[in-house]
Structures are given as C-alpha cells and as structure tokens.
C-alpha cells in the first residue's frame, strides 16, 4: 500500500513583503507530530479517517491519529521536539503531543496563481523570484535557451545596476559575487536573464509574461529566528539528505523559496544522498510546489511528474493523489484537468479518504 505527504518545519515569522503569503500559507497547514527518517518497502500507514493503508516513505509528515505498522521492520521517527523514536511493531505515532514546530500541507498551496506557461524560446528566471531569500549572495538560475552561446545577467535594486556576460552556451546558473553590490534587507531586486548568440539579443527575461518576480534579503533578525532550528536539526540527524531536507521545507514555510530550491538541488546532486531519498516522491513534490509558488510552471509539472512516477512505483497512493492534483493544477487544458482531477480523487477513494477525496472533486468542480 502507499502513504506520503511534504511536511514543513515551523518557524512563525512576520515579513512585510510576504505577510499575506504566509498567513495563507498559515491556513494551509496542520500540526505535525513527528517526520520519518527511516522506513522500509514493507511500512505502511494508516491517517485519520482513512480505512486502507498506504506506503510509508522517507520524508513522510506523521499526525495525531495515523496508525503505524512496520510490517517486521522499523521506522525512525523523529518527533516535533527532535527526539527520536523507533517503531518496532504497529502502533499510534510516538511522539508526545504537546509540541508543534512542524507543519504538512494537507491540499491547498497558498500563493500559487495560474498563469501563462513560460516560453522555453526565452531564459526566464526560475530562481530567485517572488521570495525571500536568507543570503545577499543568491544562486541565480534561469531556463536555458537553445541557440544561445551566451547570457547576459542583470540584476537590479535601489542602488544595484550590476551585471555580468556569461560566454557558455550550456551555463543557465551562477551565485551573485561577494564584490558585486550589497543587497540590501528588505528591498526588493529584480533579474534579468538576456539570451545572446554571436553578439546579438535572442530573447530576454523580461519578455516573459508574469506579475512581479521580485526577491528580498531577508532581515538579520528574522533570519537569527530561523537558524537555532536548522542547526539543531543537523546536531540531531546523521543523514545529511534527510536534514537537507528538513531545511528546506524550514525555507518554505518562511516564504524562502530560493533557499529551499537550492538545498534541494544541492541534495540531489551529492555524493550523501542516500538511495532511499532518490526514490522518495516528497523531494519531488516538495520541488513542485516551490515551483508551482513562484509561478515557473513548466519546472512544476516536470517535478510533479517525477514524483508521480516515484509514487507509482512504490504503490504510494497519497503521493499519486498529491502529485495528480499538482499537475491537475497547472494545466489550462480543461479536459486533461479533468482527467487528472478525476484520477486523483479515485486515488483517494481508493484509500477511503473520504475527507481528500470530497475536497479535490470540490476544488475541480
């Protein structure tokens, strides 16, 4: 059977630029009680309300009420106040429930619009925009352009006007410079990606048809907030993936996009990521709705499409659910919409979640 959902460690914050999100974002969540480290092909879990087992996978968010059953394994759990728990034999989540410093999104993503679908003929920016970012030194990262044999990047701000020319044609990346002006807290910047062939303006950013694509450096002392927690994950997990991950839906929850994006990608090219963390869908659909809240569509459906598969493949009928409602999303196609929809809420039913199920048809009418 199957089970999975992206959970999110807590920090409450108030950002000015990203208040509303994240009082959305707020709504959108449920207290989480603990978060697996460590599972099995054979684990499975049961929530609330729900009458079938599912999977139980690496990065899956535990709630008050899911039943565990190990099925002669074991399964880490790490619990909300960062003690470890071992499941041995099937039982409630053992995690005291007092505390809840981390979150799952249940269904709706806060923020997301839908929206043009990015021209691939044009090197939009994907990262930063439309978040906070935690370093005045950000990856920037944009879509590459086939016949391009060299990019222009700019980015812009009160008292910013820096820009440099990269001469490769397979370059769609680079981190801001230390010597280049200093970005400023709480002012907002902007990217230009300009693709060029020969010297001559193939296509630019600024051509892609969105809303504000703006990023912030967050403030010292939001950031001093956020911190203690990240370093008290890494003092308490051994495995660097699994604390990578843990970081970045730290990020999310704190409208830090572009941090979460990067420790992401970051993770799934090291040489410490385990294969547990590579066959997991929660990376994948964590990767999604990133993309999905900053509006770059098309790395969406490719990570939800991933992720879909992943779920697939383990017979995780949640992460299916969640993945198909992902896609369902983004598409203006009615008729594959409809599809999708369909095929989610049947993913539901068939673990009788009654709740999810009535929600996904409500939503997709």
Same mark, same amino acid.
């Given at each position: 059977?199957?089970?999975?959902?992206?959970?999110?460690?807590?920090?409450?914050?108030?950002?000015?630029?990203? %208040?509303?999100?994240?009082?959305?974002? &707020?709504?959108?969540?449920?207290?989480?009680?603990?978060?697996?480290?460590?599972?099995? $092909?054979?684990?499975?879990?049961?929530?609330?309300?729900?009458?079938?087992? =599912?999977?139980?996978?690496?990065? /899956?968010?535990?709630?008050?009420? @899911?039943?565990?059953?190990? %099925?002669?394994?074991?399964?880490?759990?790490? +619990? &909300?106040?960062?003690?470890?728990?071992?499941?041995?034999?099937?039982?409630?989540?053992? +995690?005291?429930?007092?505390?809840?410093?981390?979150?799952?999104?249940?269904?709706?993503?806060?923020?997301?619009?839908?929206?043009?679908?990015?021209?691939?003929?044009?090197?939009?920016?994907?990262?930063?925009?439309? $978040?906070?970012?935690?370093?005045? $030194?950000?990856?920037?990262?944009?879509?590459?352009?086939?016949?391009?044999?060299?990019?222009?990047?700019?980015?812009?701000?009160?008292?910013?006007?820096?820009?440099?020319?990269?001469?490769? &044609?397979? *370059?769609?990346?680079?981190?801001?410079?230390?010597?280049?002006?200093?970005?400023?807290?709480?002012?907002?910047?902007?990217?230009?990606?300009?693709?060029?062939?020969?010297?001559?303006?193939?296509?630019?950013?600024?051509?892609?048809?969105?809303?504000? *694509?703006?990023?912030?450096?967050?403030?010292?002392?939001?950031?001093?907030?956020?911190?203690?927690?990240?370093? %008290?994950?890494?003092?308490?997990?051994?495995?660097?993936?699994?604390?990578?991950?843990?970081?970045?839906?730290?990020?999310?929850?704190?409208?830090?996009?572009?941090? /979460?994006?990067?420790?992401?990608?970051?993770?799934?090219?090291? *040489?410490? $990521?385990?294969?547990?963390?590579?066959?997991?869908?929660?990376?994948?659909?964590?990767?999604?709705?990133?993309?999905?809240?900053?509006?770059?569509?098309?790395?969406?459906?490719?990570?939800?499409?991933?992720?879909?598969?992943?779920?697939?493949?383990?017979?995780?009928?949640?992460?299916?659910?969640?993945?198909?409602?992902?896609?369902?999303?983004? =598409?203006?196609?009615? @008729?594959?919409?409809?599809?999708?929809?369909?095929?989610?809420?049947? /993913?539901?039913?068939?673990?009788?979640?009654?709740?999810?199920?009535?929600? *996904?048809?409500?939503?997709?009418?």
């Amino acid at each position: 059977m199957r089970r999975i959902i992206p959970i999110i460690a807590v920090v409450v914050l108030t950002i000015t630029p990203w %208040k509303s999100l994240a009082q959305q974002q &707020a709504n959108d969540y449920s207290s989480m009680q603990g978060f697996v480290l460590q599972s099995s $092909t054979t684990a499975q879990v049961r929530r609330s309300g729900w009458t079938e087992f =599912t999977h139980l996978s690496l990065g /899956a968010g535990l709630q008050d009420g @899911d039943l565990l059953d190990p %099925k002669g394994d074991s399964i880490v759990v790490i +619990c &909300a106040d960062l003690s470890k728990q071992v499941v041995t034999s099937i039982s409630p989540v053992p +995690c005291p429930k007092d505390r809840a410093i981390i979150t799952q999104n249940q269904m709706a993503l806060a923020g997301w619009q839908r929206g043009p679908v990015p021209d691939p003929t044009i090197p939009y920016l994907i990262s930063p925009r439309k $978040t906070l970012i935690t370093s005045s $030194t950000p990856m920037i990262l944009w879509n590459p352009v086939d016949e391009a044999d060299s990019y222009q990047v700019i980015v812009r701000g009160e008292g910013v006007e820096w820009s440099i020319t990269i001469e490769a &044609a397979d *370059t769609h990346g680079l981190m801001y410079p230390q010597d280049a002006p200093h970005l400023q807290a709480d002012v907002p910047y902007t990217v230009e990606i300009v693709a060029m062939a020969q010297g001559s303006i193939l296509s630019s950013s600024a051509n892609e048809e969105a809303p504000d *694509t703006s990023f912030y450096v967050i403030a010292t002392d939001q950031l001093a907030q956020i911190q203690p927690l990240l370093d %008290k994950v890494h003092s308490q997990i051994t495995s660097q993936s699994i604390a990578n991950l843990i970081d970045a839906q730290v990020y999310i929850q704190n409208g830090l996009y572009a941090d /979460a994006l990067e420790v992401l990608l970051n993770t799934q090219v090291s *040489t410490v $990521t385990t294969s547990d963390f590579l066959v997991s869908p929660i990376p994948q659909l964590v990767l999604g709705n990133i993309y999905m809240s900053t509006g770059v569509q098309l790395e969406a459906e490719g990570a939800y499409g991933s992720a879909l598969k992943l779920a697939q493949d383990a017979d995780d009928l949640e992460s299916e659910a969640l993945a198909l409602t992902g896609l369902a999303r983004l =598409t203006s196609n009615t @008729d594959r919409r409809d599809k999708l929809a369909a095929q989610a809420v049947e /993913a539901w039913n068939e673990l009788g979640a009654a709740a999810q199920s009535e929600a *996904t048809a409500k939503e997709f009418n």
